[in-house]
């Protein structure tokens, strides 16, 4: 089992930055796919990024590329989501999850439209003002 808590959440403007941490308890987390999802006001949950257990590997969403870096400290059982040139339309509930399946599995569900997550956290709203 592993339970998932979100921080770091909060408003900031246009182009401003901010970074979500994410705290895992449980003995599998070194050795599970971490992601981050969100869900715009409204609309539906959609994958932001993941990366796999060493952290020598991650995937994004079109919308955050280039914008958004995702990383891990295994040692802390932590993930982590820099956030950087926010735009409105970034705001959302942020969400951490995890999957103890394989990276290649993991990317391909992804790649599917299917999330492959087993462990989510509540979430952390994040609101950019323009």
């Known amino acids: 089992q592993v339970q998932l808590v979100e921080y770091g959440g909060g408003s900031v403007h246009a182009g401003g930055s901010l970074r979500l941490s994410c705290t895992a308890s449980?003995?599998?987390?070194?050795?599970?796919?971490m992601a981050w999802f969100r869900q715009p006001p409204g609309n539906e949950r959609v994958f932001v990024a993941a990366i796999n257990y060493s952290g020598g590997s991650t995937y994004y969403g079109d919308s955050v590329k280039f914008r958004f870096t995702i990383s891990r400290d295994s040692a802390k059982n932590m993930a982590f989501l820099q956030m950087d040139s926010l735009k409105p339309e970034d705001t959302a509930v942020y969400y951490c999850?995890?999957?103890?399946?394989?990276?290649?599995?993991?990317?391909?569900?992804?790649?599917?439209?299917?999330?492959?997550?087993?462990?989510w956290g509540k979430g952390t709203l994040v609101t950019v003002s323009s």
């Open positions: 999850a995890a999957t103890t399946e394989g990276w290649i599995a993991a990317i391909t569900e992804l790649q599917r439209g299917d999330d492959g997550m087993e462990y």
């Open positions: 449980g003995r599998l987390f070194a050795r599970t796919t």
